[in-house]
């Protein structure tokens, strides 16, 4: 009895939880190297047949080439709009700063289709249905959230007296902002950029709804695919995009480990 009262209770389900969440995923990058043309698990031989039909089809090559525009430009939107809010909140001195925040936080909140319908019904009467620079501002919506939580609690651990020391010592309000604020909440900003990013390159229900041919994204392709065909290949996919997420939090920690 003595042993099990001095089990860490959450501990232990922080492992369960974890392994939950990890074992599926490595259960997919196992099957990724099967060479049967077929999911199985266990793979009965192994090979690298099916991420050579992923990077050798220019169909999936287009897909993942939308994907990757998409999220930039949306990324680019995101952080750039969330940071000039963030700062506003964080300095400005107005009033209803927390209903503001809320009203901003409502893409969070409202289901993620709903918003899909909205944004296809205002999209079909302007033409922007297969538009790839529409598509990122729509992705842009469901980011600026993340973007903007992360900069108010980058900008509110910024001491506002160093920004004052430097307007008293001549600088302007342009200087200030690009020569002492922009430097200061880098590693903000770099993790705002990171993860809407990420939003937007793993959005389906809005790309479904507002991608054409042309501008079919990746997570579209493998909602068709699996819709019409379980192909292996999907499964290879799948490992590409989990490298690929675990890739870009490695770098977005080292460079935070950098500005620190």
């Given at each position: 009895?003595?042993f099990i009262?001095?089990?860490?209770?959450?501990?232990v389900l922080t492992w369960?939880?974890?392994?939950?969440?990890i074992v599926?995923?490595?259960?997919?990058?196992t099957v990724?190297?099967?060479?049967?043309s077929?999911?199985?698990?266990?793979?009965?031989s192994f090979?690298?047949?099916w991420?050579d039909?992923?990077?050798?089809?220019?169909?999936?090559?287009?897909?993942?080439?939308?994907?990757?525009?998409?999220?930039?430009?949306a990324?680019?939107?995101?952080t750039?709009?969330?940071?000039?809010?963030?700062?506003?909140?964080v300095r400005?001195?107005y009033g209803?700063?927390k209903?503001?925040?809320?009203?901003?936080?409502?893409?969070?909140?409202?289901?993620?289709?709903i918003?899909?319908?909205?944004?296809?019904?205002?999209?079909?009467?302007?033409?922007?249905?297969?538009?790839k620079?529409?598509?990122?501002?729509?992705?842009?919506?469901l980011?600026l959230?993340?973007v903007?939580?992360?900069l108010?609690s980058?900008?509110?651990?910024?001491d506002?007296s160093v920004e004052r020391a430097?307007?008293s010592?001549g600088?302007?309000?342009?200087?200030?902002?690009?020569?002492?604020?922009?430097?200061?909440?880098?590693?903000?900003?770099?993790?705002?950029?990171?993860?809407?990013?990420l939003t937007?390159f793993?959005?389906?229900?809005?790309?479904?709804?507002?991608?054409g041919?042309e501008?079919?994204?990746?997570?579209v392709?493998?909602?068709?695919?699996?819709?019409?065909?379980?192909e292996p290949?999907?499964?290879?996919?799948?490992?590409?995009l989990?490298?690929?997420t675990?890739?870009?939090?490695?770098?977005?920690?080292?460079?935070?480990?950098?500005?620190?």
């Amino acid at each position: 009895m003595k042993f099990i009262e001095k089990i860490p209770v959450a501990q232990v389900l922080t492992w369960v939880i974890c392994s939950l969440m990890i074992v599926p995923i490595l259960i997919v990058m196992t099957v990724s190297f099967g060479k049967s043309s077929y999911m199985i698990f266990p793979p009965t031989s192994f090979s690298l047949r099916w991420y050579d039909e992923f990077f050798s089809s220019p169909e999936w090559m287009s897909s993942l080439g939308s994907s990757l525009l998409i999220a930039i430009l949306a990324s680019a939107i995101a952080t750039t709009l969330g940071f000039l809010g963030a700062y506003s909140l964080v300095r400005g001195r107005y009033g209803h700063k927390k209903l503001i925040v809320s009203f901003c936080l409502l893409p969070l909140i409202v289901p993620t289709i709903i918003t899909s319908v909205a944004l296809y019904f205002a999209s079909v009467p302007l033409e922007l249905v297969g538009s790839k620079v529409w598509i990122a501002v729509c992705h842009s919506s469901l980011a600026l959230p993340i973007v903007l939580l992360i900069l108010i609690s980058t900008l509110q651990g910024i001491d506002i007296s160093v920004e004052r020391a430097a307007e008293s010592l001549g600088a302007s309000r342009t200087y200030t902002f690009l020569r002492v604020i922009l430097p200061m909440t880098a590693p903000g900003v770099v993790s705002a950029a990171f993860f809407s990013f990420l939003t937007s390159f793993d959005e389906l229900v809005i790309s479904l709804f507002l991608s054409g041919v042309e501008t079919e994204t990746l997570p579209v392709r493998i909602w068709n695919s699996l819709v019409m065909n379980m192909e292996p290949v999907i499964a290879s996919i799948s490992s590409f995009l989990i490298i690929l997420t675990v890739a870009l939090l490695l770098l977005e920690l080292a460079v935070r480990r950098v500005r620190a």
